[in-house]
């Protein structure tokens, strides 16, 4: 299908696709299985120039916005979800600091992530504060210069290799969800340490760590935006980032077809390809025609995201100022709906696609050394972070219940 990408994009796809199929599709049971991290991957990934590709030429990216983070994810995440999320993880931690930061937060942060040199990570997740955010125990103490940072982050994806960290952590507990600020935090700041770090059911290649924070000391120039802002922060990051999970399960959706397509064209049972049998043509044509309808959801909802901040990001290079601050000026609207209807269709899509695909292989599909149950344990976490798929469903459902409340239908 013909999505009307530039010719920019259409660069990116193939370029992205050519390093999967290089670079990954060799290396992913490897990675799968020991749970190292990627290195030599994401030093393709740097030289192909692909972790800044939404990010703005300001700070050395290509200027491109969510549809080209969510192109570059896509076509990674079609060989392994788990190393894809090398891009995708680190654009959540560096989307926060990109909207809300100031410009000398930008200068100093933005062009190490844009180039890949270091990944970010985002964690606002805590043992006892899953899918209410607001119920987080870290506190963040103004002492003179500096915040002092006291407590634990829980499932933190890039945990260890990361090295620059937006940490959500209440800075007045009194106020609850208007008491949360966001903060950069480096790696090597003293009192920031890694725990327990998780044995995971699928996208191993991606360390998932829990951090500590125990009396550490960041500078109080450090905080993103304003204290109190912290929930604003991580609300209108997801907007712009759960476009990238939906990307994430497109992938790993049309990867596991890709696979499942070459097997059951030449696997013959009966004497026929079992792809002519017809049960299985049905499953072949429900699960591209699952993947089709949430590729064109996911790309006109990028794109809109995208046509909507473009001025605001435009505004904010040219004058230095806060891109959260010319969206309120320009009364950009917010795609949370749209974002978290991404999400759980693309998401669900690889679950339902990954499962078929295993059951369209038979016996093969369930074996480790055949690549198609990998992406079936990989799928599941795209209905799972950044906000369970009943998290979407409750947000895009209060939406919706508003928006019939207040137009006359
Ligand atoms: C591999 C992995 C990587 C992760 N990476 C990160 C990361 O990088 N940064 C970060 O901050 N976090 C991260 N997380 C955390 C993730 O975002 C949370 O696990 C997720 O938001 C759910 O929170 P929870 O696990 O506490 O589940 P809970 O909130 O305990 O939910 C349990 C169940 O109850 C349901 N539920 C809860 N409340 C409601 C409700 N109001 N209505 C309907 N159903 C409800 C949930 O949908 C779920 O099914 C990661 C998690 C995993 C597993």
């Known amino acids: 299908m013909d999505y009307g990408l530039s010719e920019t994009q259409n660069e990116i796809v193939s370029v992205a696709y050519q390093l999967m199929r290089e670079k990954i599709r060799p290396v992913r049971e490897h990675y799968d299985k020991t749970e190292d991290f990627p290195w030599p991957v994401v030093d393709a990934i740097r030289q192909a120039d692909l972790f800044g590709v939404y990010l703005p030429e300001k700070y050395g990216g290509m200027g491109g916005g969510t549809l080209d983070l969510c192109l570059v994810v896509e076509q990674l995440s079609r060989g392994c979800g788990g190393i894809a999320l090398c891009v995708a993880g680190s654009g959540l931690g560096t989307i926060p600091i990109l909207l ?10 933005l062009p190490d992530l844009t180039s890949g040199k270091k990944i970010a990570a985002f964690a606002i997740t805590e043992a006892e504060a899953g899918s209410d955010a607001t119920a987080m125990k870290a506190t963040a103490k103004l002492d003179g210069d500096h915040y002092i940072l006291n407590g634990a982050k829980a499932f933190i994806s890039g945990g260890k290799i990361a090295e620059t ?25 003293p009192g920031f340490t890694f725990g327990k770090k998780e044995d995971k059911m699928g996208i191993r290649a991606n360390p998932t760590y829990e951090l500590i924070f125990q009396n550490c000391r960041i500078p109080k120039e450090n905080l993103l935006y304003k204290e109190g802002y912290g929930l604003f922060v991580a609300q209108t990051t997801f907007d712009m980032s759960r476009p990238g999970v939906a990307a994430q399960g497109l992938g790993i959706a049309q990867g596991a077809l890709d696979e499942t397509l070459a097997y059951v064209r030449v696997r013959k049972q009966f004497g026929q390809p079992v792809s002519s049998h017809q049960a299985i043509g049905h499953m072949i ?17 990028a794109k809109a995201v995208d046509a909507a901040v473009k001025p605001a990001m435009d ?30 269709l693309c998401s669900d899509t690889a679950m339902k696609v990954s499962v078929d695909c295993v059951q369209m292989c038979g016996g093969i599909g369930y074996m480790r050394d055949f690549p198609v149950e990998k992406y079936m344990r990989d799928a599941k976490i795209t209905q799972i972070y950044e906000g369970t798929n009943q998290i979407q469903r409750n947000e895009i459902a209060a939406m919706v219940i508003k928006e019939a409340a207040t137009h006359k239908l």
């Not at 505004?315 to 974002?339: P, Q």
């Open 100 to 109: 809300f930061g100031n410009e000398a937060q930008r200068q100093k942060w």
């Open 165 to 189: 960290y937006v940490v959500f952590a209440t800075t007045n507990p009194a106020r609850g969800a208007r008491g949360i600020g966001a903060f950069v935090v480096e790696k090597g700041t």
């Open 285 to 301: 044509a429900d699960c591209s025609t699952a993947i089709e309808s949430s590729r064109a959801l996911l790309y006109a909802t």
């Open 315 to 344: 505004a904010a290079m040219a004058k230095g100022t806060i891109v959260f601050d010319e969206m309120n000026a320009l009364k950009v609207r917010r795609y949370t709906k749209e974002s978290a209807m991404c999400k759980v």
